[in-house]
């Protein structure tokens, strides 16, 4: 075997878990999930580590359903500030999914892994595998590895090891408690994000089996953290902080951020960051500094912290991108897929583009409008595993009540997941958990062609069969709306601005179109890769 990136990816594909497994696993649910940990710090055995090694990382450790990764980055990008410090050397994060590339999962003082490095760091461990199996009169095949996610932990740890990170924020993946990074034994301190209804065939159907499952992260002795939570949840939190002799806080958001310009812009994003800037402050404090950190509000001091979070970028959440090409496109890319986020994206969509609907006093009920906007605005969505349909209707009811209207999209594009139908799948995004008879068949866009009809018929609908398709058919229509000699938009907030533009541009007044990508990190990166894909 080679030993390239792409080398790497390939035999890393090899791990994915087929749809067919994957509904099995999700059948098996609970049986399944009291195995994990036990397997997996045999996994750690056979690469060469116990657990226990991992306390050199000084982890952070993060579940939660919602914003789980935005607060990850939001903590990466603050203890980056303080570099160079003594305090530590190099600062580690981990997170899933990816958009474009594996290697943006394991990132060192907020930069992926070259192809290099991950490529160097994945055969180390694919290496000791097979030297174990070997060992162990075991083949030396698939079975000699643990499943993608799995084999992902493992080697970021390797390779925080390796390099000497000593500040490591880690990310779950699903859960906590039986989640493959919950093989941390001594975290500096945990963190836990919104709860919300999610992975219920592994977590449970109810917000309290959710908790009791993101809870388990939780160490005896180290401080948690989280922000405020439905009721039934909070209550099994602090129920099993009790059981672990855990000090949890519960963070309210620091007003003073409504004054700073976060790198992730929409108003939830300030939960998140106010959740990590009480991680970091706790976690300097156990690196017994914390007789140089000044009290955190106010004025939230020191610098470092209000850099961090202005500084943050964290692509595919809240991002705003424009082509001043074909009369102007603002593309608002949010890779929301829960019910939860898809309306939290909703809402920061309308924000963007209309002023009114930023009001602290909630809107009148939606009124018919027969007066079409002059702005066009475009939906791009796709959700190939989850109920898209639901998914859909409530983006719909949260951005028409939020715009007043009962026609919030003027068109709307439902396509797959591929990345083109030219060149299909970059290596990097190729996915197994999905049913390939119904990605060919446009199955699941069908669906939701028919599901949006039935919300909104003055919606004009198309289904496309690829990402790429879909982009150039919204360029099309923008460039067949722009007014004659329309210069188009000018080129801005590519780094998750505000999207604020002019007050007439932001009422629909003038040419260009509006267009929210959402409802699958999948699609996002795939929508990613055609719009970079272009100048490279």
């Known amino acids: 075997m080679e030993r390239t990136y792409s080398d790497a990816v390939a035999a890393l594909n090899t791990l994915q878990s087929n749809s067919t497994t994957i509904d099995n696993i999700r059948k098996a649910g609970k049986n399944l999930n009291l195995q994990a940990i036990p397997e997996m710090i045999d996994w750690c055995h056979r690469t060469g580590y116990e657990p226990v ?39 580690g994060l981990y997170t899933s999914p990816h958009l474009r590339f594996v290697r943006e999962r394991i990132q060192i003082n907020n930069e992926p892994l070259s192809e290099e490095i991950f490529a160097k760091y994945f055969f180390e461990v694919w290496d000791r595998l097979e030297k174990s199996a070997r060992a162990r009169g075991e083949p030396t095949d698939k079975t000699s590895k643990p499943a993608y996610f799995r084999f992902l932990t493992l080697m970021a740890f390797h390779t925080y090891m390796s390099e000497g990170v000593d500040a490591a924020i880690i ?50 002795g180290v401080p948690a953290h989280t922000v405020a939570q439905p009721p039934a949840a909070e209550e099994v939190l602090r129920s099993r902080a009790r059981e672990k002799s855990v000090t949890l806080s519960v963070v309210n958001e ?25 991680l970091v ?10 007789s140089k950190i000044p009290p955190i509000d106010p004025p939230l001091q020191p610098p470092e912290i209000r850099l961090g979070c202005e500084r943050v970028r964290w692509p595919g959440r809240c991002e705003i991108r424009r082509e001043k090409e074909n009369g102007g496109i603002a593309w608002h890319i949010d890779s929301g897929h829960t019910l939860e986020s898809i309306e939290l994206a909703a809402s920061w969509y309308a924000s963007c583009i209309s ?67 030219r060149k299909g799948y970059r290596p990097d995004l190729v996915s197994m958990n999905t049913d390939r008879a119904k990605v060919d068949t446009l199955e699941v866009q069908r669906g939701l062609r028919d599901a949006w009809m039935e919300l909104d018929a003055e919606t004009e609908v198309v289904v496309k069969g690829s990402v790429e398709e879909a982009v150039e058919w919204v360029r099309g229509l923008a460039a067949a709306a722009a007014p004659p000699g329309a210069a188009g938009e000018e080129e801005g907030d590519g780094d998750g601005g505000d999207g604020g533009g002019d007050e007439g541009e932001r009422e629909g007044r003038g040419g260009g179109v509006d267009v929210l990508v959402t409802g699958s990190v999948h699609l996002v990166g795939g929508f990613l890769e055609v719009l970079e894909g272009d100048g490279e």
């Not at 402050?281 to 914390?290: A, C, D, E, P, Q």
């Open 53 to 91: 090694e991992f306390d050199r990382l000084n982890a952070i450790h993060i579940a939660g359903t919602k914003g789980k990764g935005s607060t990850s980055a939001f903590v990466s990008s603050i203890l980056c500030q303080f570099l160079p410090t003594t305090l530590f050397n190099k600062v």
């Open 171 to 220: 990310e779950c993946g699903i859960g906590g408690e039986y989640d493959s990074t919950n093989i941390l034994v001594h975290p500096r301190v945990t963190g836990i994000t919104s709860l919300g209804i999610d992975h219920t065939p592994l977590l449970g159907h109810t917000i309290e089996k959710i908790a009791w499952h993101k809870a388990g992260i939780m160490k005896p």
């Open 254 to 278: 620091y007003p003073t951020l409504q004054d700073w310009h976060l790198g992730l812009s929409a108003p939830f994003q300030r939960t998140n960051a106010s959740l990590a800037i009480d």
């Open 281 to 290: 402050s706790t976690f300097l404090k156990t690196l017994s500094v914390h």
């Open 355 to 421: 002023p009114s609907s930023s009001s602290s006093s909630p809107p009148p009920p939606p009124t018919p409008s027969n007066t079409p906007p002059m702005r066009p605005r475009i939906l791009l969505f796709n959700q190939q595993t989850r109920d898209a349909p639901s998914l859909a209707r409530a983006l719909h009811a949260t951005v028409a009540a939020a715009l007043r209207t009962r026609h919030p999209f003027t068109h709307a594009v439902f396509c797959t997941n591929l990345t083109s139908a």
